[in-house]
C-alpha cells in the first residue's frame, strides 16, 4: 500500500516531487518505506544514526501516525535522512505517555533523495486502529514547510491557523488487514493494556 504526500498542511499543492511511504508486511512487524526528496535543511540532528532523538519533528523528517479513532490512542512514526528516529505512543491528543522506544530504521541519502525502512514492531500500535495520516517536514525559519497526506481542508481554516498535526479528525480510514491480509489479527500488545 503506497500514499504520495502532495499538499502542504493547508491543502495546497506541494512544489516538488511528493514525498512517497509504502507500507507492507514485515516480520513481526509492519515495514515503512520512505522515498523522498533530500533538502539537507536544516542540518543533521546531532544524535546518532538509528538512534532515537527527542525533538526530532524540528529537523527533516517523515512522518506516520496510526490511530483508533474512538479511544484516540494513536502511534506516532518519525523518521529522519540522517538516520535518526522517534517512536511515540499516545493515549489522547498530544498526551505522549512513551517515547523514545527504539526502532529498527536504517536510511540511506543518494544526492538530493533519500529513502528509508522502518520495522515497526506490532506492540507498538494501538488496538482497533482504523484512521491514519501521514507528514513531512522540512526548511528552516520562514521556509519551513509542513505537508500533509490529509490535510485541513481549506473551508475549515481559520484566520492565523498554523499546522498541528494531531488534528485527529482530518485523519482518514486505514486498515492493517488491507496490507496483511483479511484474515490478520491484530497481535496484542502489554503497552496499551493501561492506558
Given amino acids: 500500500m503506497e500514499f504520495s504526500i502532495q499538499h502542504v498542511w493547508n491543502s495546497d499543492p506541494v512544489d516538488h516531487q511528493p514525498v512517497r511511504i509504502r507500507f507492507s508486511p514485515g516480520d513481526g512487524s509492519l515495514r515503512m518505506e520512505v522515498c523522498a526528496p533530500f533538502f539537507a535543511d536544516p542540518p543533521a540532528p546531532a544524535g546518532p544514526p538509528g538512534q532515537p532523538f527527542p525533538g526530532l519533528w524540528d529537523y527533516e523528517v517523515v512522518e506516520s501516525f496510526f490511530l483508533n479513532s474512538s479511544s484516540e490512542r494513536y502511534l506516532e512514526v518519525e523518521v529522519c535522512p540522517h538516520g535518526q528516529h522517534l517512536v511515540l505512543l499516545l493515549s489522547g491528543k498530544h498526551h505522549a505517555f512513551m517515547q523514545q522506544v527504539p526502532l529498527s530504521f536504517s536510511a540511506v541519502v543518494t544526492g538530493n533523495r533519500w529513502k528509508g525502512e522502518a520495522l515497526i514492531p506490532w506492540s507498538y500500535f494501538p488496538p482497533g486502529v482504523d484512521k491514519m495520516n501521514s507528514y513531512a517536514i ?6 519551513r514547510s509542513y505537508e500533509a497526506l490529509y ?3 481549506p473551508e475549515d481554516l481559520q484566520p492565523g491557523q498554523g499546522p498541528d498535526f ?3 479528525e482530518y485523519f482518514q480510514p486505514f486498515s492493517l488487514q488491507s496490507i ?3 484474515g490478520w489479527v491484530q497481535p496484542e500488545s502489554d503497552l496499551w493494556k493501561n492506558t
Avoid at 138 to 143: A, E, K, L, P, V
Fill in 180 to 182: 496483511m491480509g483479511e
Fill in 151 to 153: 490535510p485541513v481542508p
Fill in 166 to 168: 494531531h488534528r485527529l
Fill in 138 to 143: 522540512h526548511g528552516s525559519g520562514s521556509g
